[in-house]
């Protein structure tokens, strides 16, 4: 169903495939039909590799609110736009009953390699909290895909709107929100390495250039690796979120120990690129390629946004 200037209305419920060389490398489901209990969301599930492999995990046992790659935030306002249990300082997680969702609204560009979406962040009593828009892209590298999405949020009503995170309600090195990417539990032989360190110890909670994922999925010949990277100055001061140990999955953290304040007429915008590619590369390698891809990479926020760090 098409709706005004050729953009797919909102009443269309089919899911997108994302293409480079007309070759399908993931899949955009922007209406899931989904408990309440995990927060539903637009996300991307199956990412992956040009060869095939897929480098995502959806709604899996330990996390069944964990949802491919998308954008989740656990405290907006009060209501868990995360999923699951939400931690407060008094009494750890607890099941509140206070999730709430975010509602695709609109295509504002849907072609085969890059879709942009509008969504309404929807609270615990159906009020639009916050609108967001996202811009999804993928492209073709040097032997490997780029995956780049950047989200925009602002404030729907006319009050200030308060983000926060476990890390904020009192749970430390626990700061996650915002861009959040599920790793297949399958990736037992998981590494983890930055420019400041290795595994979950030496890379999570400190920003850093790239953050690269190294793992087998099922057998070393069909090895994956995944170096995420800031596409903005905001986003390179955000700090990475990793779990190696607990589950296997990489965020970066936009309220990792202190709530952000999102006001009226303000935008809080990131951005995380993603390096997809087949095999286990090398330290060396890796290093190469974060620095090469870096380099192309757009430094500022995506135009006509305006970052708030």
């Not at 249990?85 to 709430?100: S, V």
């Not at 009226?264 to 290093?287: C, H």
Request: aromatic share 8%.
């Amino acid at each position: 169903m098409t709706g005004p200037s050729g953009r797919v209305a909102a009443g269309d419920g089919e899911d997108r495939p994302l293409s480079v060389g007309g070759r399908e490398v993931a899949r955009h489901v922007h209406r899931p039909e989904l408990e309440p209990y995990v927060a539903p969301r637009p996300y991307l599930h199956p990412v992956r590799t040009l060869g095939g492999t897929p480098v995502t995990d959806a709604a899996p046992v330990d996390h069944r609110w964990h949802l491919g790659c998308s954008v989740a935030i656990q405290d907006v306002a009060g209501t868990n736009i995360w999923g699951g249990r939400t931690y407060r300082r008094e009494d750890g997680y607890q099941d509140r009953d206070d999730r709430g969702s975010v509602r695709h609204r609109d295509f504002l560009v849907d072609e085969p390699d890059h879709v942009v979406t509008a969504h309404d962040w929807i609270a615990r009593d159906g009020r639009v909290v916050l609108t967001e828009e996202r811009d999804v892209r993928a492209a073709p590298g040097d032997g490997h895909w780029v995956l780049d999405v950047g989200f925009a949020l602002r404030v729907a009503g006319s009050e200030p709107v308060e983000l926060g995170s476990p890390g904020t309600n009192g749970r430390a090195d626990a700061g996650y929100g915002g861009f959040f990417w599920r790793l297949p539990a399958s990736a037992a032989a998981l590494e983890v390495r930055s420019a400041h360190g290795q595994g979950e110890e030496g890379t999570h909670g400190r920003p850093s250039p790239w953050l690269a994922v190294t793992a087998d999925a099922g057998s070393p010949s069909s090895g994956y690796t995944l170096v995420f990277l800031p596409g903005d100055a905001a986003t390179a001061a955000d700090p990475w979120f990793v779990r190696v140990a607990a589950y296997p999955g990489v965020g970066s953290a936009l309220a990792y120990t202190d709530p952000v304040t999102l006001v009226p007429g303000e935008a809080l915008a990131r951005r995380v690129r993603v390096l997809v590619a087949d095999g286990r590369r090398s330290p060396s390698e890796i290093k190469a390629l974060a620095e090469a891809e870096a380099s192309d990479g757009i430094a500022g926020p995506v135009s006509g946004w305006g970052g708030r760090a």
